[in-house]
């Protein structure tokens, strides 16, 4: 029930309710507030995150490399099969489009997508399909996926598939079995966590979420979600990129390569990695405690220069701070530099992730922009 002054019949007793409350805003985060879920991904068990309101798009044909080839920026050249990998689409001036995970299957190329993006690449893909052998299907409708995050998640698919399964390495795929039903994996990310995505029929779909929460995943909620996305450094599409985003200034560097042929918007990639570095780079901003960040805020420098803005926030559980996504310009992207938001509002760069979990580092890819 809200108070206002008039209806304590005391101003002190509204200025002492008016404490109290701005107190529990700021206290320190305590388990009670923390969903289960939450811990169970960040504290060595796993979650299970619905992940079917994303896009996904099956193309194949005779000339499906050649087609992708020229749209994305990574090489489809070197996609074997049974493997996948990430890929951005960018525009003429290299700014960002949609950012998809393609699977190279027995049926074809899979595209995986953010539910913001699904019929932007459903388009894209679309205008060339009187141009040759190249056919495209949204499958969307057609399959769930759910994706298995945290310590435990390999254990719970060696429960729930057998040891094939839960030994799948990065950038691989398998199938496994339930019941009578194909289930695809591969070993990804949401969370900065160690993780599996699943794909299978939604006729299927309720069988493998019972078997896998049987099995001792817990079910993570959207919010939950968002917060393990955000202490990840996991941009999200329409959040943290868009179509004003230069490719590079992503942090997708496994999206992008500097060594294949032509293809849409490669020019200005390349001239930019050429000079350097990009103006400015997707970061972390982390405060000295909780605080209200609402994206679009400017970052300042401590000299009141405006070097930055905030696109996604949260407050971390984990880290017992509020944590910010931002580009900032790259002159201050140096982790541990004092910035403050236009809110008045302390804090610092920081790398990313925030929160370095089981999912382990990989080596930056041979040529990719360095910030």
């Known amino acids: 029930m809200k108070t206002r002054i008039g209806e304590t019949g005391s101003h002190r007793a509204a200025a002492e309710l008016l404490i109290k409350l701005m107190k529990q805003m700021s206290a320190p985060v305590t388990d009670e507030s923390i969903s289960r879920a939450y811990k169970a991904v960040r504290d060595g068990g796993a979650g299970l995150i619905d992940l079917s ?23 489809m050249k070197t996609l074997n099969a049974n493997s996948w990998m990430t890929a951005a689409f960018p525009n003429v001036q290299g700014r960002l489009l949609a950012v998809v995970r393609i699977l190279h299957r027995l049926d074809g190329f899979l595209l995986d997508t953010e539910q913001a993006t699904r019929q932007k690449v459903v388009h894209l893909l679309d205008r060339f399909t009187l141009a040759g052998d190249f056919r495209v299907t949204d499958v969307s409708e057609l399959t769930s996926m ?52 699943l794909l299978v029929s939604p006729q299927d779909a309720g069988e493998l979420q019972q078997a896998l929460t049987k099995a001792g995943a817990l079910l993570v909620d959207d919010e939950t979600t968002e917060i393990l996305r955000i202490e990840a450094g996991i941009p999200s599409y329409g959040v943290d990129m868009d179509e004003s985003t230069v490719v590079t200034e992503t942090n997708l560097d496994d999206a992008v390569s ?12 390349v001239r930019i990695k050429h000079r350097g570095h990009v103006a400015k780079r997707l970061t972390g901003i982390i ?9 679009g805020v400017k970052i300042l420098s401590t000299h009141d220069k405006e070097i930055g803005r905030v696109t996604s926030s949260a407050f971390s559980p ?35 992730p925030f ?17």
């Open 287 to 295: 405060c000295e405690g909780h605080a209200d960040i609402e994206g």
């Open 53 to 75: 309101k994303r896009g996904r798009i099956l193309v194949g044909g005779s000339e499906a490399v050649m087609f992708l080839n020229g749209l994305i920026t990574n090489d």
């Open 146 to 197: 759910f994706s298995l995050q945290g310590r435990q998640a390999a254990d719970i698919v060696r429960t729930t598939f057998g040891e094939a399964a839960a030994g799948t390495e990065r950038h691989r795929i398998s199938v496994a079995q339930l019941g009578s039903a194909d289930v695809t994996l591969i070993r990804a990310t949401h969370t900065a966590e160690d993780g599996f995505d």
């Open 258 to 269: 500097f060594t294949k042929g032509c293809y849409l918007g490669q020019e200005i990639i």
């Open 318 to 352: 984990e880290l017992n701070r509020t944590i910010a996504l931002g580009y900032v310009k790259y002159d201050f992207l140096m982790p541990g530099t004092k910035v403050r938001f236009s809110n008045e509002v302390s804090a610092e760069v920081t790398e990313l």
């Open 355 to 371: 929160v370095r979990g089981s999912w382990p580092a990989e080596p930056a890819p041979s040529g990719a922009q360095s910030s």
